[in-house]
C-alpha cells in the first residue's frame, strides 16, 4: 500500500509538472511577444531621406546586414544593386541558436507594412505577423534611440528601389525559439543629444551603431555585458576564425594609447575609393567589419565615438585577430 501511495504521489507531481511546463509553453506560444503598435506614421522628408541615408549606411548600417556582401574582397563590401534585398544568414556556424536571416527591406517586402509595423520591429523585435525577432538587429537598443532618427531610416528605405527579392524565414532551435518569445520589449526613445565630440553624443552614436555587439564576447549569440566592448566575439571565416577588437580604453590591449587622429585616420582611409578592394583568397585573412560603411561617418560623429569609447570601463583582454583554418 505504502509503495502504491508512493507511485501515486510520483504520478501526481509528474502530471502538475507535465501541466505547468505545458501551460508555459502555451502562454509563450500564444501571448507573447506582446508589444502593441502605437499609432505611428512617418511624413516623407528630403531631411528625413538624406538623414535616414546617413544612419541606415554609416551609422546604423542597416544596408549591411540587409544586403549581398563580396566577400571575395576585404571587409566584405556590398554588392551593387541588392541594397535591401536580405538574405544574409546568421547561424550556427557563427555561434547563433538557429539560422538567422536578414529580410528584404526593400519596398517590394514593406509595401504593405505600416509605419507603425516597421517602428515596432526596428524598436521592439516584433514582425507585421507577431513574431519574435531575433535581436542579431539590436532591436534593445534601437529602441532608446531618438524617434525621429528611426522616422528618418523608415523614411529612407521607403525610397530605395524596389527588389524582388524573398529569404527564407529565420528559425530559431529550441529551447530559443520560446525563449526567443520573451525578448521583444517597447523601446524607451531617447532625445539625441547635442552634435559635438563629447561622450555623451558619442554614446548615442555608438549605441546607434552596436559597437558593443560585435566587440563584446558572446555566448549562444547573447553578449556578456561584464565584457563591453573588450573584444574577442569570434567570426568563423573560409579562411578561418576572426576575433573582434578590444576597443576599451585600456593602454595594453586596447585603444587607451589611440590618439583621435589615428582613430579618426584609421575610418577615413578605410573608404571605397582609399581602400585595397584586391581580390582576398579564401583562406587568407578578411574582416567582417564594414569599413567601407563606416568611413561614411562624418569626423565630428567619429571623434565623438572615440571620446565615448575612453570613458568605458578598461578591459585587458589580449584578442588574437586571426586564426587560420588548418589545411
Known amino acids: 500500500m505504502k509503495a502504491k501511495r508512493i507511485y501515486r504521489m510520483g504520478a501526481i507531481i509528474l502530471l502538475a509538472l507535465i ?3 505545458g501551460g508555459l509553453a502555451g502562454y509563450l506560444a500564444w501571448f507573447l511577444p506582446d508589444v502593441p ?8 522628408t528630403p531631411e528625413r531621406i538624406e538623414r535616414g541615408k546617413y544612419l541606415a549606411n554609416h551609422v546604423m548600417v542597416c544596408i549591411d546586414c540587409h544586403s549581398s556582401r563580396d566577400w ?3 571587409s566584405g563590401p556590398i554588392v551593387p544593386g541588392t ?34 509595423e516597421i517602428y515596432r520591429a526596428v524598436t521592439a523585435g516584433v514582425s507585421k505577423d507577431g513574431r519574435a525577432l531575433f535581436p542579431i538587429m539590436p532591436y534593445l537598443t534601437y529602441g532608446t534611440m531618438d524617434k525621429e532618427d528611426v522616422y528618418s531610416v523608415i523614411a529612407y528605405i521607403r525610397t530605395l528601389p524596389e527588389i524582388s527579392s524573398k529569404p527564407a524565414l529565420s528559425k530559431a532551435n529550441f529551447p530559443m525559439n520560446l525563449i526567443l518569445r520573451t525578448i521583444p520589449a517597447e523601446g524607451v526613445s531617447t532625445v539625441r543629444p547635442e552634435k559635438g ?4 553624443y558619442g554614446k548615442y552614436l555608438a ?19 561584464e565584457l563591453a566592448f573588450s573584444g574577442g566575439r569570434s567570426f568563423p571565416l573560409p579562411g578561418g576564425i576572426l576575433s573582434s577588437s578590444n576597443i576599451t580604453p585600456d593602454p595594453k590591449t586596447g585603444i587607451g594609447a589611440w590618439t583621435p587622429e589615428a582613430f579618426l585616420t584609421r575610418f577615413k582611409t578605410s573608404s571605397l575609393e582609399n581602400f585595397s578592394l584586391a581580390s582576398v583568397d579564401s583562406n587568407s585573412f578578411n574582416t567582417m567589419m564594414p569599413w567601407t560603411m563606416y568611413s561614411g561617418m562624418d569626423t565630428t560623429d567619429l571623434l565623438a565615438i572615440f ?3 575612453k570613458s568605458v570601463k578598461p578591459i585587458e583582454n589580449q584578442v588574437t585577430k586571426f586564426v587560420p583554418r588548418t589545411q
Do not use: Q
Not at 207 to 225: N, Y
Open 19 to 21: 501541466l505547468i511546463i
Open 37 to 44: 503598435l502605437k499609432e505611428v506614421k512617418v511624413e516623407i
Open 72 to 74: 571575395s574582397k576585404l
Open 83 to 116: 541594397e535591401g534585398t536580405g538574405g544574409e544568414v546568421f547561424d550556427e556556424r557563427m555561434g547563433f541558436p538557429g539560422s538567422f536571416v536578414a529580410p528584404n527591406i526593400t519596398p517590394y517586402h514593406l509595401k504593405e507594412w505600416t509605419d507603425a
Open 197 to 200: 565630440v563629447t561622450a555623451e
Open 207 to 225: 549605441t546607434a551603431a552596436s559597437c558593443i555587439e560585435c566587440h563584446t564576447p558572446a555566448k549562444k549569440g547573447v553578449i556578456i555585458p
Open 307 to 309: 571620446e565615448y569609447l
